[in-house]
């Protein structure tokens, strides 16, 4: 059954330097978990031939995650529940490993949302729809990253829990014969 | 290049969140809804959701919604095509398949435009579009509003808060304010 998210009111700033900022909108909530938009920007560069680098762990040959030790050049980013339960994106859980616990927290890509870049120095930006299942606890839910290679140490910012959980509640079936209120 | 030649929103700015999730017309083989809203300093965006059944037996295999990127190109408009609408508490409004009048635009007069989607299907078909308007609307009810009557849905109206959009707008972030390439976005 498909539904419709319910929306919450979030949008953030995670991590910011003079010509890189990763931030977070359109969180989405799901019956099973919840959605939400990663904006990477990468502002104007001096070289106008200077390529943009992938930040992702994912597409790369050879894969960046077997590498030791992992290069500065990818973004990590992590989800992390109240009750310490946590994912990041250097977990590859596309690949969701048998016999994890239901209650391991995964990240997943969505669709992807867009990027575009590398041109004449103004930069480039990704937009990664990414999606945590299952829902988190109350409670602090935080949002944390880091990219080495850009100059960001590791940073956290926290949202309410129940703002998700608000959301997810307010989730409908697509189909009004599929609701069962 | 003109500044109202370049696209938007621009990349320099995270918007803020004006929470919206709304079904705006819905039938037993049809629904049309509406998640967002993302606020801009200039304007704001938002998803339109489609999701239909019953596709091949309605309108074979060439079936598509859009007055854009697909066969349909210019009026008049077959009932496949989707109507949506947008309306400012002050009456403006646009729809999306208003032709660019080719003159200048005047920036008071809201524009639409879409943007990236994702969707396809055979018998069932979703689609998620989204889709940008300028400039911000007046504080008051901003009305979407849409008709489709190849898919059985007469005018069917939903209303948001204006003034809440305004307000997400004047907390939107802008990143670089110098960014040579986002003109008064």
Redesign the interface.
């Known amino acids: 059954m498909e539904v419709l998210p319910g929306v919450a009111p979030v949008s953030l700033v995670l991590a910011r330097t003079d010509n890189i900022v990763v931030g977070l909108t359109d969180v989405r909530g799901y019956p099973n978990g919840f959605a939400f938009v990663l904006r990477v920007r990468w502002g104007l560069v001096a070289d106008r031939d200077e390529q943009p680098p992938w930040p992702f762990p994912d597409w790369g040959s050879p894969d960046p995650l077997e590498a030791e030790p992992l290069p500065d050049a990818l973004l990590r980013f992590g989800v992390q529940f109240a009750d310490g339960r946590k994912v990041t994106n250097l977990d590859m859980y596309p690949f969701v490993p048998e016999g994890l616990p239901a209650d391991q927290p995964v990240l997943v890509e969505g669709g992807g949302v867009g990027s575009e870049g590398g041109r004449l120095g103004r930069g480039a930006l990704w937009d990664l729809e990414l999606v945590v299942q299952p829902l988190p606890p109350p409670g602090p839910l935080a949002f944390v990253c880091a990219w080495p290679a850009r100059g960001i140490s590791e940073m956290r910012a926290e949202i309410d829990a129940g703002l998700i959980l608000d959301a997810a509640a307010a989730a409908v079936p697509f189909f009004a014969s599929e609701d069962r209120s | 290049m003109s500044p109202r030649a370049l696209p938007w929103p621009c ?2 700015v ?8 709304a ?1 705006l017309a ?1 039938t ?1 083989e049809t ?1 049309v ?1 509406v ?2 809203i ?1 606020a801009y300093p200039v304007g704001f965006g938002f998803t339109l ?1 489609l ?1 239909l ?1 019953d596709i091949r037996r309605r309108h074979g295999r060439e079936f598509w919604p859009f007055h854009e990127l697909g066969p349909h190109r210019s009026p008049p408009w077959p009932e496949e095509v989707l109507r949506l609408t947008v309306q400012f508490a002050d009456g403006r409004s646009v729809n999306i398949l208003d032709a660019p009048s080719g003159e200048p635009q005047d920036p008071e007069m809201p524009m639409i435009s879409s943007g ?1 989607g ?1 969707g396809g299907g055979v018998e069932g078909w ?1 689609f ?1 579009m989204e889709y940008r308007v300028r400039p911000l609307p007046p504080p008051g009810p901003l009305a979407f509003s849409c008709a489709w009557p190849g898919r059985g849905i007469p005018t069917s109206r939903m209303e948001v808060d204006g003034g809440a959009v305004r307000a997400a707008a004047d ?3 802008t ?2 304010p110098d ?1 040579p ?1 986002c003109s008064d976005d």
């Open positions: 990349p320099n995270v918007p803020e969140m004006a929470p919206v999730a079904i819905r037993e629904v809804a998640t967002g993302r959701h999701r059944r990236p994702t979703s998620d907390t939107a972030v990143l670089w960014d390439y």
